[in-house]
């Protein structure tokens, strides 16, 4: 329950409550990104770079991990919730702060629904007898009762669900290892980096789609007032997800790609299943399906989670109706609402497949990403006015070489993702006209000060 004095404070000094370690923030962003994605991508990635999957990883994760330098400078430039939201209204313009949190919750607010949908898909094909819509409630339902108990309950299921993937991934690249030391490679292991059938063209493609893989790194940005140590951690969370992420990614589509050299397959979308065959036999295969609905589950929990705490800082700044979306529950000081939006939005997925769910959810990220290097760009003119002097190579190189890569990432998006993401904005513009009175006034600005919020919590 609330105590007194903080049930007397206003809505404008609300603070999300500051438990979560680095590890926990490492292992938040690890959920959202779901690390046995690789595993699943693994066939059109070898498939699209000839035959060189880890080569592509290996490029996709320096470029990730480009944008995640910057949001790492921006978490500690500017302290607390938000993400690319709260960095683009700060360091740009509070109305491109409000387009850019826009685009972001077509990402973030339909993130979730895939994550469901995906769970569903691997327990209906454990359980075959139960149809797939009835599995889907059953995990909007476990993620959101967990979420609304807090953050604290939600990284405890977190960790122990995330080991337990990790620990399948352990095993599965084990299983490959110990297969290549009684069978061999039938192509030297150098072909796994480059061989003949390879192009800097193809590595590069296959680049842009591995990229996808690390859709989620940025979510831990939302965790700002909900770290101990604040923006520090934040920062450090951010540079060890992605690094953590393309170790896990390089090494195992290393080993895969020893099991299975070169870029043809019966079944692209079916190659890790026959991998998995392979290596541990069918019994293996049908075992790690429970593992991987575990993973799959962690995944929701941290994807709901970072869903509904964009939407409270919005709300609570009056980007969004405050009387709807920033409010925080007074016995669990959670955004309850917000959670339970994004599960009426997870009951979406009984009518749509996977392909059409995930197609409209990557406009947002990569127009994120893009801002969040400029937002760097932007500080540093602004230190350079105040006679500080930031390093050149760090905040105007390198983020603009990540800007770059962002913008040519969101032109490899297919036209229907474009147009649903194009539309989405172009909603935004006209809710933002009527906001600002046709733009004549600034959107709503942040009400509480840069310091994290650690020292302001709302306790459970």
């Known amino acids: 329950m609330l105590n007194s004095e903080t049930t007397q404070s206003t809505e404008s000094t609300m603070r999300l409550r500051g438990d979560l370690s680095l590890l926990s923030v490492v292992l938040f962003g690890l959920a959202y990104i779901s ?68 685009a972001m919750l077509l990402d973030y607010f339909f993130i979730p629904m895939v994550g469901w949908l995906i769970t569903a898909i691997y327990f209906n094909a454990q359980f075959p007898e139960i149809p797939k819509w009835v599995w889907l409630i059953v995990s909007v339902g476990i993620t959101t009762a967990i979420n609304v108990f807090g953050m604290k309950l939600a990284d405890r299921v977190n960790k122990v669900l995330m080991f337990i993937a990790l620990g399948s991934l352990v095993l599965f690249a084990t299983l490959c290892v110990v297969f290549l030391g009684k069978h061999g490679s039938s192509a030297p292991a150098t072909n796994a980096l ?12 296959a680049a842009a789609i591995a990229a996808y893989s690390f859709l989620g790194f940025d979510a831990v940005s939302t965790l700002g007032e909900e770290a101990r140590g604040g923006a520090r951690t934040i920062g450090r969370g951010i540079i060890g997800c992605v690094i953590a992420a393309g170790a896990i990614f390089i090494v195992l589509s290393f080993v895969m ?41 962690a995944s929701c929990i941290a994807l709901q989670a970072s869903a509904a705490r964009l939407m409270y800082v919005m709300g609570r700044d009056g980007a969004l109706p405050k009387a709807l979306f920033g409010n925080l ?12 939006l ?25 127009l994120g990403f893009t801002l969040v290097n400029v937002c760097v760009i932007a500080h540093l003119v602004r230190e350079r006015r ?13 983020p603009a070489i ?59």
């Open 35 to 102: 690390p046995g994605i690789v595993v699943t991508m693994f066939g059109v990635v070898a498939a699209t770079s000839g035959g060189a999957a880890p080569t592509a990883f290996a490029i996709a994760t320096l470029a990730m991990l480009l944008t995640g330098l910057s949001y790492a400078k921006m978490a500690r430039a500017v302290p607390g919730a938000g993400s690319v939201y709260t960095y683009a209204r700060k360091m740009l313009d509070s109305r491109i702060g409000f387009l850019s949190g826009w």
């Open 194 to 205: 480059w061989n003949s059938g390879t192009s800097i063209g193809a590595v590069t493609a």
């Open 257 to 297: 790609q020893l099991v299975h050299p070169g870029a043809k397959f019966a079944d692209v979308d079916a190659a890790a299943y026959h991998l998995k065959v392979q290596v541990g036999g069918e019994t293996y295969a049908e075992i790690i399906n429970f593992v991987t609905i575990a993973g799959s589950i």
């Open 329 to 340: 529950s007074k016995k669990t000081g959670t955004p309850v609402l917000n959670l339970l």
């Open 342 to 366: 994004t599960a009426a939005a997870g009951v979406i997925a009984m009518k749509l497949d996977l392909t059409t769910a995930t197609s409209f959810i990557n406009f947002g990220a990569f």
């Open 386 to 398: 105040h006679d500080r002097t930031p390093n050149l190579f760090s905040y105007l190189v390198m």
């Open 402 to 460: 990540g800007a770059a890569v962002s913008l040519y990432l969101l032109t490899k998006l297919g036209h229907v993702a474009l147009q649903i993401g194009g539309v989405w904005l172009a909603i935004g513009v006209v809710y933002l006209a009527v906001l600002t009175t046709g733009f004549r006034r600034p959107a709503p600005e942040m009400t509480f000060d840069d310091d994290t919020a650690a020292t302001d919590p709302v306790t459970a």
